[in-house]
């Protein structure tokens, strides 16, 4: 199986992390193959950003996502910029209080992760990153939950491994 995933928002918001993460938690930890690649604007905050993640069980020839199999688009500048790079009946992930949905729900299944919101509620906006790596792990049974904690154990200070598996938790729990 093979899986192309595009993680999209704007800068600040840790979608490069998520990627590395991601991928990091397909080859380390779930035992598949996963190329990553990732592309931001030149400002620090603010600005378009994105990372894509290919993992598959199979050797991977050709590094770049086409046509996402999944997306999380976390802000509205991001949804309405690669909302058209995924395939018909993808799932697209998207915060409902930070993106409204202007495309045909019918063409693509939608989940909604109040990823921000969640993020507030265990104390810290950084970790609304994880809370959709959480939701997008469990929505497509990639691996499992605990390959994703383990990469982010690995990658992650340690004082603040805690709240990123709260963090990947409650986003598993809305999908």
Known sequence: ?????????TGGMGVVLAGVVLGHAAVVHGGLDAVQTQSYGSEARGTAAKSEVIVSDDKIRYPKVVHADYSILMSQKSFDMYLGGAKKGSTIIIDPDLVTFG??????ELAKVSAMKTADELG???VSN?????????????????ALENAVKDMVPEKTFDVNKRAIRAGAKQV
């Not at 199986?1 to 928002?9: C, K, P, Q, S, V």
Request: no cysteine.
């Open 103 to 108: 495309g045909d729900e019918s063409t693509y």
């Open 124 to 126: 810290t906006r950084m």
């Open 1 to 9: 199986m093979r899986w192309e995933i595009r993680i999209a928002g």
């Open 130 to 146: 994880m809370v959709m790596l959480g939701a997008l792990v469990q929505r497509a049974n990639l691996f499992s939950l605990e």
